[in-house]
C-alpha cells in the first residue's frame, strides 16, 4: 500500500512539497520502509541513451524518466507537466528510445513510435474532422489519421499520441471518452474509433490553469522542474562535451570560468534585473551557450581544412573575453537601460574589464585579441542627404551591437527576439542587416507581420508558398541557400477563450519538431513535412496595448536583445549628423553654428513631453516615441533655402 501510495502521487508532486508529502507518509507508516525497485536493464540502457543524446544522467530526470515509465504501464492517458526547459520533451524521448533499443538488443520491453502533434497549431474542423459546408463530404482531421493508424498498426510496437501544446476546455473535452475506462473517440461523423491497449495518449503541456478537472482526473501526472531536472551544471556538462578538438584541451579552463560566475550571474538576473519580456533560466544558459559558440565557428573541423596552429594558440589569451562578452550579452541583453549598468558594475567587479562607459559599449576583437568600441568595428559612412528622410540610416553603437548579435546567431541557424518600446529601432535594424549586411548568395529574407487576425493556417500557408521540395517530405529554400523569416509584431495575433495563440503554436511545432502536416494533401496528413535551412528573427513591444503575452513554450528558442529607448547622445549622433549633411548641401556655412542648438533644444522639448504630457483617459493619445523627434528634423528640412537666408529665420 505504502508503495502505491507513492508511486501514484509522487510523480505530481513540486520539489517543495515531496518534503511534506514525505512527512505525511512517515507519520502513517512509522518505522516503514521501502526497499528500491531495481530495474535493472532499464535503468543501465536509460542512462546509455541519456549519455547518447548529450545530456547528462541527472538523478531527478532519471526518476522523472522511471516514473513516467510506471505511469505508461498503468494508464492510457497521462500528462508531462512544468514550466518551460523542464526536460518534459527530452524525458519522453529517452524513455522512447530505451525501451525501442532493449526491444532490439534483447528483446524486452518493446518498441515505442510516437505521433505527434499541436492541437492549438490547426482549427477543430482539422483537427477531429468536419463536414465540408458546400458537399457535405466527411474530410478527416489530423488525429483521426493519426489515430487511426495507430488501432491499425499491425506491428506490435506501442504507439504514443503525443499533444505537444496547451490543453484547454476547447478541444480536450472530446477526448474525454478517449482518456476514459471507455476508450473511444467519438467523431461528429458518427464513427467510433476504439484504441487497443498498445496505444497511449501522452500531453506535453506548460501548466493546467485552463484545463477541466473532468480531464485531470483522467490521466496521470509527472511534474518537471528546470532547476531539478536539468540544473545548470548539467546544460554546462552537455555542453562542453561538444567542443570542437581543437579547443578540447581548454575544458578545464572553460569549467572554472562558468564555476566562478555562471550562478552568480543568473542568481544576481533574478534578484535585481528587469527585462522588457521575462525571460526563463533555462534561455538564459542557452543564449550565453550560443554566443559562444559563434566564436568557436573557425575551429570546426572541415573536410581537407586545418586551423592555424597560431588561431588555436590565441585560445588562451581570448577565452576569457569571448566569455565575459557572452555573458555580457546572453545574460544582461535583454535587459533594460537601467538594468544594463547594474549588470555592467557586477561584472566588472568580477573580472578585470574596461573601465571606460558601460561593457555593452564594446565588442571584443578575437583577431586583435583586445576590447575595441562598436564604432571601431565598421567602416564611416557619410549621409546623402539627396535620399528621402524615410530611407537615411545613421549607424550608433548600439545599432552596430544588435546588428553584430543578430548575424552572430543567425549564421549558426538559431534564433534572434528584438524586444523594446515603439520606435527605438527594431524592424529597421533588422531589415538593414538583412537586406545589406547578410551574403544574398545565401541568406534569403522572407518579411512576415502579424496582427490582430493573423491565423494559423494563413502563416502556414504563405510560408509553404516559399518553401522548394528538397525530396519526399523535405522542404526548404533552393540547395545551398537559407531562408531568414523576419516576424514583425510578434506578439499581435489575437488570443482564443484560453489564451492560445495559434500563429505562434504552427511556429513553435516547426521550432520544436521540426515541420508542419501538409493540411490539403488526405494522402500525407499522417507524415509532418520536415522544413530545413530555415531561422528566425521576431520583433515584438512589451505586452499591453492590443500586444498579447506570447507563450514561454515559443520565447525560450529565441535569444532575446533588448532594444530600450534611446539615450540623448544617441539622439544626437543620429539627428545631428541628418541635420548636418543637410545643411552642407543645401544651406550656407554659417547656418553649422546651428545643429548643436537645434538639436539640444528639439531633444529637451521631447523629454519634457515624456515627463509631463502623461496619457489620461480623456487624453489616451498622449504617447510620444522617438517619431515624434524625427518628425520636427523632417519639417525643419523641408524648408526652402532661398528663402531662409538668416539664422532667425530658421529658428523661427
Not at 521501502?34 to 543501465?44: I, T
Not at 557586477?346 to 578575437?366: C, I, N, R, V, W
Amino acid at each position: 500500500m505504502l508503495r502505491a501510495l507513492k508511486d501514484s502521487n509522487l510523480p505530481k508532486f513540486l520539489t517543495d512539497d515531496i518534503v511534506l508529502f514525505s512527512g505525511i507518509i512517515s507519520d502513517l507508516f512509522p518505522g516503514v520502509d521501502l526497499p528500491e525497485a531495481n530495474y535493472g536493464s532499464l535503468m543501465e540502457m536509460m542512462n546509455k541513451q541519456t549519455l547518447a543524446m548529450g545530456l547528462q544522467c541527472v538523478p531527478t530526470f532519471m526518476q522523472k524518466a522511471i516514473q513516467l515509465y510506471d505511469v505508461t504501464v498503468l494508464r492510457h492517458g497521462l500528462m508531462t507537466v512544468g514550466p518551460t526547459g523542464g526536460g518534459k520533451t527530452c524525458c519522453k524521448n529517452m524513455l522512447a528510445e530505451t525501451l525501442t533499443q532493449l526491444k532490439k538488443d534483447n528483446g524486452e520491453f518493446y518498441e515505442v513510435r510516437q505521433l505527434i502533434m499541436n492541437p492549438k497549431s490547426i482549427t477543430m474542423g482539422q483537427l477531429y474532422g468536419s463536414f465540408d459546408e458546400a458537399t457535405h463530404e466527411w474530410a478527416d482531421g489530423i488525429l483521426c489519421r493519426l489515430f487511426r493508424e495507430a488501432v491499425y498498426d499491425n506491428v506490435e510496437r506501442q504507439n504514443w499520441v503525443v499533444f505537444d501544446g496547451p490543453v484547454d476546455a476547447l478541444w480536450i473535452e472530446s477526448m474525454n471518452t478517449v482518456l476514459d475506462e471507455n476508450k473511444k473517440l467519438c467523431l461528429v461523423s458518427g464513427e467510433i474509433i476504439t484504441m487497443t491497449s498498445w496505444m497511449r495518449m501522452i500531453f506535453e503541456v506548460e501548466d493546467l490553469s485552463v484545463a477541466s478537472p473532468a480531464t485531470v482526473s483522467r490521466v496521470g501526472i509527472i511534474y518537471l522542474e528546470p532547476s531539478t531536472s536539468v540544473g545548470t551544471k548539467a546544460m554546462v556538462t552537455s555542453w562542453l562535451q561538444t567542443l570542437p578538438p581543437d579547443v578540447e584541451p581548454y575544458r578545464d579552463q572553460l569549467q572554472k570560468l562558468f564555476d566562478d560566475i555562471f550562478e552568480d550571474a543568473l542568481d544576481f538576473h533574478r534578484r535585481n534585473l528587469k527585462e522588457y519580456v521575462k525571460t526563463v533560466e533555462p534561455n538564459l544558459w542557452k543564449s550565453v551557450l550560443n554566443l559562444f559558440d559563434g566564436f568557436l565557428k573557425e575551429y570546426i573541423p572541415r573536410e581537407g581544412e586545418t586551423t592555424e596552429l597560431a588561431r588555436v594558440e590565441v585560445l588562451n589569451q581570448t577565452l576569457e573575453p569571448i566569455f565575459m562578452f557572452s555573458m555580457l550579452w546572453g545574460i544582461g541583453g535583454a535587459c533594460d537601460y537601467p538594468s544594463k549598468k547594474k549588470y555592467d558594475e557586477f561584472l566588472k567587479s568580477k573580472k578585470s574589464l574596461p573601465a571606460k562607459g558601460l561593457l555593452f559599449d564594446y565588442a571584443y576583437d578575437t583577431e586583435a585579441c583586445k576590447w575595441r568600441g562598436w564604432m571601431e568595428t565598421i567602416p564611416a559612412v557619410a549621409v546623402d542627404p539627396k535620399l528621402s528622410f524615410s530611407d537615411l540610416v545613421v549607424s550608433t553603437p548600439d545599432s552596430v551591437a544588435y546588428s553584430f548579435i543578430i548575424e552572430h546567431i543567425g549564421t549558426q541557424l538559431k534564433h534572434v527576439l528584438c524586444v523594446g518600446p515603439t520606435g527605438t529601432g527594431k524592424t529597421l535594424t533588422v531589415k538593414q542587416k538583412l537586406m545589406k549586411g547578410m551574403d544574398p548568395a545565401i541568406y534569403t529574407p522572407i518579411f512576415l507581420m502579424f496582427s490582430a487576425q493573423t491565423g494559423a493556417n494563413q502563416t502556414q500557408d504563405i510560408l509553404d508558398g516559399k518553401m522548394d521540395k528538397r525530396r519526399k517530405g523535405v522542404y526548404g529554400p533552393p540547395a545551398g541557400k537559407r531562408f531568414v523569416i523576419f516576424v514583425d509584431d510578434l506578439n499581435m495575433p489575437k488570443r482564443e477563450v484560453y489564451f492560445a495563440q495559434p500563429p505562434i503554436e504552427i511556429l513553435r511545432q516547426w521550432m520544436d519538431h521540426g515541420g508542419w502536416y501538409d493540411r490539403k494533401s488526405a494522402q500525407s496528413q499522417t507524415r509532418m513535412n520536415q522544413i530545413v535551412d530555415v531561422f528566425f528573427i521576431g520583433a515584438m513591444g512589451p505586452p499591453g496595448g492590443g500586444r498579447q503575452p506570447v507563450t514561454n513554450r515559443f520565447l525560450r528558442h529565441f535569444m532575446h536583445i533588448a532594444f530600450p529607448e534611446m539615450s540623448d547622445v544617441s539622439m544626437k549622433l543620429i539627428f545631428g549628423k541628418i541635420f548636418t549633411a543637410h545643411l552642407d548641401a543645401y544651406f550656407p556655412p554659417t547656418m553649422k553654428a546651428l545643429v548643436d542648438p537645434i538639436c539640444d533644444a528639439s531633444i529637451t522639448v521631447y523629454n519634457k513631453c515624456l515627463e509631463e504630457l502623461l496619457p489620461t483617459p480623456a487624453k489616451s493619445h498622449y504617447t510620444f516615441n522617438l517619431r515624434d523627434l524625427a518628425k520636427i528634423f523632417q519639417g525643419v528640412m523641408m524648408a526652402d533655402a532661398k528663402k531662409i537666408g538668416e539664422e532667425p529665420l530658421i529658428v523661427m
